[in-house]
């Protein structure tokens, strides 16, 4: 049964966030995997450039760390971190615009 819009408000948030973070962290390693690749000068497409530049925070952080393993969990966790914090926030703000009741329209009075 495919979720509605129901199931999806049900959802808690940071849950609702969390999902859509992971899963957008998953297309942009799945496209890489499909269409990426990386030269011996760098990218050599504009979709490998724009994975790297989603990853570079994770790739600078996990630079210094010796494990390979810890490190590429830091290079594929921090920007799934990152897009659910921008998913939370554009859910909250969504659902509080929801919950705002709209002004009542007073009739107006005719001469």
């Not at 690749?37 to 630079?63: F, R, Y």
Request: charged share 10%.
């Amino acid at each position: 049964m495919p979720l509605g819009r129901s199931a999806l408000r049900r959802l808690v948030p940071s849950w609702l966030a969390l999902i859509l973070g992971c899963g957008t962290e998953g297309l942009l390693a799945a496209l890489y995997a499909a269409f990426g690749g990386v030269g011996p000068c760098g990218p050599t497409n504009d979709l490998s450039m724009l994975i790297m530049i989603v990853h570079m925070p994770g790739l600078s952080l996990a630079s210094s760390i010796q494990n390979p393993w810890i490190g590429m969990a830091i290079i594929l966790g921090l920007p799934a971190a990152i897009f659910s914090a921008v998913f939370y926030g554009g859910i909250k703000l969504h659902r509080g615009r929801d919950l705002v009741e709209p002004p009542a329209v007073r009739p107006s009075k005719a001469p």
